[in-house]
């Protein structure tokens, strides 16, 4: 598969075992910058298995996962990165990062991958803006100089601090939540409580979002409040997205681009419309046979 210019984060031959269970088999795809893509398929075809591996919680059996920072010329460093062993190589146009060798909180701080989860994980007795506040915890200790530029009041830590106030109150504002800052996140509705898990993981300034299952629970009117969310955030945030979703209406409707799974294998990869009408994907959702499931496809189109 040929490198894209505009690859953000490349998987190559990502294989997950666990035991003699094959989770993940030999799975390739790009995330393109500025792009939203879907990461779909039946229970159990080894999606949040995928994110797991991306995001630090698993180390993959096999495969490599490169994510760049910077101009498209930093792919040149891929080869000399990987023959180094390094986690990340420094690049006169960027860093490019080694993610299958990096635990959970480096992917997050140093590459800057921010994750949602199925089930919400807010802290439910801290106010809307503690959440988005507390998000930025690794910025405010750095630039306190871990406790003792804070407590000595430095103008360096104060802007910091003014900093992350700013930004949490501006992303409450743009999610419709800034007359609640001061509710606990846990006393929010369904939707709000979604809406701001994923402010909170913008707070982190990532370049990658990945949001497992951000629809789910939500009704139709919630539904296209977060497909005008996940645009906005492409496209004036310039932050590329990865998501797993069920809802095939949210999936089809804002993806740039589809991957679709089925027991660990990538059956399909291309525009929403294309994979829409495959008919291993059909066959996949839908229990068919092969022949029954191109006759599906003629007749859904």
Partial sequence: MPLLVDTLLRVEHLTMRF?????????????????????????????????????????????????????????????????????????????LFLLERMPDYLVARQARVARTFQNIRLFPGMT???????????????????TLL????????????????ERARAWLDRIGLLARADDPAGALAYGAQRRLEIARAMCTQPVLL???????????????ELNQL?????????VS??????????????????????????IADGAPETVRNDAKVIAAYLGLG????????????
Avoid at 128 to 146: C, D, F, K, T, W
Avoid at 150 to 163: D, K
Avoid at 230 to 238: A, K, V
């Fill in 230 to 238: 996940l645009r906005t955030i492409r496209d004036e945030d310039g």
């Fill in 19 to 95: 035991g003699g269970l094959v989770a993940v088999d030999d799975l390739s795809f790009d995330v393109r910058e500025g792009n939203i893509t879907a990461l779909i398929g039946p229970n159990g075809a080894g999606k949040t298995t995928v994110f797991n591996c991306i995001t630090g919680f698993y180390k993959p059996s096999e495969g490599r996962l490169g994510l760049r920072h910077g101009k498209p010329a930093v792919w040149d460093a891929l080869e000399p990165l990987t023959d180094s062993g390094a986690r990340r190589r420094v690049h006169a146009d960027g860093t």
């Fill in 210 to 224: 990945c949001l497992d299952e951000p629809a789910a629970g939500l009704n139709p009117r919630e539904s296209a």
């Fill in 290 to 301: 092969d022949e029954e499931a191109k006759i599906e496809a003629e007749i859904g189109s």
């Fill in 150 to 165: 804070g407590v000595l009041g430095f103008p360096s830590y104060a802007r910091a601090e003014r900093a992350a106030m």
């Fill in 241 to 266: 997205v990865l998501l797993i979703e069920h809802d095939m209406s949210v999936v089809m409707e804002i993806s740039d681009h589809v991957i679709v799974l089925d027991y660990g294998v990538k």
């Fill in 128 to 146: 809307a803006l503690e959440n988005l506040i507390v998000a930025q915890h690794n910025r405010l200790m750095l630039a306190s100089g871990y």
